[in-house]
């Protein structure tokens, strides 16, 4: 699907991070962009900055979630764009003793419950409700095209390290939903595929030591850094720009594998 003037895109978790460089990507690209987020400094300032709009969402909510297409599209029309990058993450032992007391404890099952409520079903939330909105497009090709999803999974779906139980199931499950959904979605045109990250420069990793982000960008086989934003905002648009890229789970993490700690 070409990116042209005015294509009216919405990225989630789009104020920062993987997020709001494929935003910029987009917009680079002439896409009317909308930025679904919990920040809303970060998300007013980049929505100023692309010509875009700001949407305050939880993608935990379906009352904000409908709120935010509905703003998004309001101002730009039905998106044809989607790019899901809203998610969180935690490290927890499934169950573990403590090396003061030696007493013993176990994953907070709530805590396990809210990684899948925002990384899992908050994909999923997302994707339903653009997709029934992309229903509603005429096709832009004479294959049919009328949309593209991109969602951001994990190297952790398929290597996930101690403590990451919850992170690589929510994630595993994205992977797991890619190609049902593109399949749910093929009759009416709408491509579906998923990037695998591995250890990204994000404003996260921003803030762990110097030492740690050195002994990480060590462990990448090459090329021996971590990855750019700017690098996953190219994939994604590779996906969405690229008619017979459908029903995929793509790593894009420099050959890394990760070691169990």
Same mark, same amino acid.
């Given at each position: 699907?070409?990116?042209?003037?005015?294509?009216?895109?919405?990225?989630?978790?789009?104020?920062?991070?993987?997020?709001?460089?494929?935003?910029?990507?987009?917009?680079?690209?002439?896409?009317?962009?909308?930025?679904?987020?919990?920040?809303?400094?970060?998300?007013?300032?980049?929505?100023?900055?692309?010509?875009?709009?700001?949407?305050?969402?939880?993608?935990?909510?379906?009352?904000?979630?409908?709120?935010?297409?509905?703003?998004?599209?309001?101002?730009?029309?039905?998106?044809?764009?989607?790019?899901?990058?809203?998610?969180? @993450?935690?490290?927890?032992? $499934? #169950? &573990?003793?403590?090396? /003061? =007391? %030696?007493?013993?404890?176990?994953?907070?099952? +709530? !805590?396990?419950?809210?990684?899948?409520?925002?990384?899992?079903?908050?994909?999923?939330?997302?994707?339903?409700?653009?997709?029934?909105?992309?229903?509603?497009?005429?096709?832009?090709?004479?294959?049919?095209?009328? @949309?593209?999803?991109?969602? $951001? #999974? &994990?190297?952790?779906? /398929? =290597? %996930?390290?101690?403590?990451?139980?919850?992170? +690589? !199931?929510?994630?595993?499950?994205?992977?797991?939903?890619?190609?049902?959904?593109?399949?749910?979605?093929?009759?009416?045109?709408?491509?579906?595929?998923?990037?695998?990250?591995?250890?990204?420069?994000?404003?996260?990793?921003?803030?762990?030591?110097?030492?740690?982000?050195?002994?990480?960008?060590?462990?990448?086989?090459?090329?021996?850094?971590?990855?750019?934003?700017?690098?996953?905002?190219?994939?994604?648009?590779?996906?969405?720009?690229?008619?017979?890229?459908?029903?995929?789970?793509?790593?894009?993490?420099?050959?890394?594998?990760?070691?169990?700690?």
């Amino acid at each position: 699907m070409e990116i042209s003037s005015n294509t009216p895109a919405v990225v989630t978790g789009g104020a920062s991070g993987l997020g709001a460089a494929t935003a910029r990507a987009l917009a680079a690209k002439g896409a009317k962009v909308a930025i679904f987020d919990m920040n809303e400094e970060k998300g007013e300032a980049l929505a100023a900055e692309l010509g875009g709009v700001f949407c305050k969402v939880n993608v935990t909510s379906d009352e904000e979630v409908d709120a935010g297409f509905a703003k998004a599209r309001a101002a730009h029309g039905q998106e044809r764009i989607l790019v899901n990058c809203a998610g969180i @993450g935690n490290a927890m032992k $499934t #169950a &573990s003793r403590s090396k /003061e =007391d %030696g007493s013993i404890r176990h994953f907070p099952l +709530s !805590a396990f419950e809210f990684v899948i409520q925002v990384n899992l079903i908050g994909t999923f939330r997302c994707i339903a409700k653009s997709a029934a909105g992309m229903l509603t497009l005429d096709p832009l090709s004479e294959d049919g095209d009328r @949309g593209a999803i991109v969602n $951001t #999974a &994990s190297v952790a779906a /398929e =290597d %996930g390290q101690m403590g990451q139980a919850a992170y +690589s !199931a929510s994630k595993g499950g994205v992977v797991g939903m890619t190609l049902p959904i593109a399949r749910d979605l093929m009759s009416e045109g709408i491509r579906v595929n998923t990037i695998l990250p591995g250890i990204f420069n994000t404003p996260l990793m921003n803030a762990a030591p110097p030492q740690v982000k050195d002994a990480l960008a060590a462990s990448v086989p090459f090329p021996k850094r971590l990855g750019n934003p700017e690098e996953y905002a190219r994939l994604a648009l590779c996906m969405i720009e690229t008619g017979y890229f459908n029903g995929e789970d793509v790593r894009l993490d420099g050959a890394i594998r990760m070691a169990p700690r």
